[in-house]
């Protein structure tokens, strides 16, 4: 899946496009692994509530702030992006049941820009068990 992003940090919910991408597969019980091959991005999963989402990027820059001055800077002024991918993680595995994702009432699936606005790739695999 294709994703453009528009804001150097941000998270877009892709629960929708997921669940449809598991639907499309058809399966009954299995796996299903979302993923991304970006550095300076990340998969996560946690409640869509407009005050969480802004917490969540106030946390990240609080524990990694843009500005700082790190060694990858002088290749690339990005190193705050990589090391916020870090600790969020480039993938989820979640379970199917019945032909539909397991997830909690109130989780989604989101991707995070850390580096945008960029064009991304999301990888959906889907594993029939």
Known sequence: MDIQTTKRT???DITDRVRAAVKERGIDEGLCVVSTRHTTCSIIINENERGLRS???GM???LVPQDKSYA???IDSNAD???RSVLLGNSAALPIEDGHLVLGTWQSIFFAELDGPRNRTVNIKIIQS
């Open 60 to 62: 990240l820059e609080a």
């Open 10 to 12: 941000e998270l877009i």
């Open 72 to 74: 990858h800077n002088q």
């Open 81 to 83: 992006a990589h090391l």
């Open 55 to 57: 917490d969540i990027l």
